[in-house]
């Protein structure tokens, strides 16, 4: 995270965070997308943003200098969603599927910026139905995090997938090389080996 003074005319804010009242904090996606928000809400949910917005500021900084970050618009807003009172999660991802790169750059910011009352939200994704991904891969996420009871609940609706196709090999490889968890992947393409009942989709 850095700060930056921009010229106030050429800045291009999210709809979503535009207008917000009496605002003036500045947060920049790492795209240069920008979001108006309190800085109230940012120090109750993060305790990152709270010890450095408690920091004293030197002279040559301002209230409503950007603070660059190097989550996507699409992260950012999400996580803002979760934390904001006066958005919905459900509101932003209401109809759309969501990618799994998303839930897992969540996680990331989440734990980055020490945000414990966001994660409940966050693992909650990794079984939504609009989740766009095969259950495995959703299952590999699970384990690579150290979610235990949701990749126990997935690995149930891996049994309609054919596990032993080289599309699935090739995810529980990934599974078993990145996944601090990994004993687990491991368990499911044994048990897949034994169980004689997977098919393909």
């Known amino acids: 995270m850095s700060s930056k003074n921009v010229d106030s005319n050429n800045l291009l804010f999210h709809p979503a965070y535009c207008d917000t009242p009496d605002a003036v904090l500045v947060l920049s996606a790492s795209n240069g997308i920008l979001f108006r928000v309190h800085s109230l809400v940012l120090k109750l949910a993060s305790n990152v943003f709270k010890t450095m917005l408690d920091l004293p500021r030197v002279s040559t900084e301002r209230e409503d200098d950007l603070i660059l970050l190097s989550e996507g618009p699409e992260t950012l807003q999400t996580l803002l969603d979760i934390i904001h009172p006066n958005q919905s999660l459900s509101g932003t991802l209401d109809g759309i599927k969501i990618p799994l790169t998303l839930v897992d750059s969540l996680w990331v910011a989440v734990v980055k910026y020490e945000i414990p009352g966001a994660m409940p939200a966050v693992r909650s994704l990794i079984q939504s139905p609009s989740l766009d ?46 996944s601090p968890h990994a004993s687990r992947a491991s368990q499911l393409s044994q048990r897949c080996s034994h169980c004689g009942i997977c098919h393909s989709a």
């Open 133 to 178: 991904c095969y259950p495995i891969e959703a299952y590999g996420l699970a384990c690579h995090h150290g979610w235990r009871e949701e990749a126990t609940a997935i690995s149930t609706r891996t049994l309609q997938y054919d596990l032993r196709s080289s599309e699935s090999q090739r995810h529980l490889e990934t599974i078993l090389k990145s």
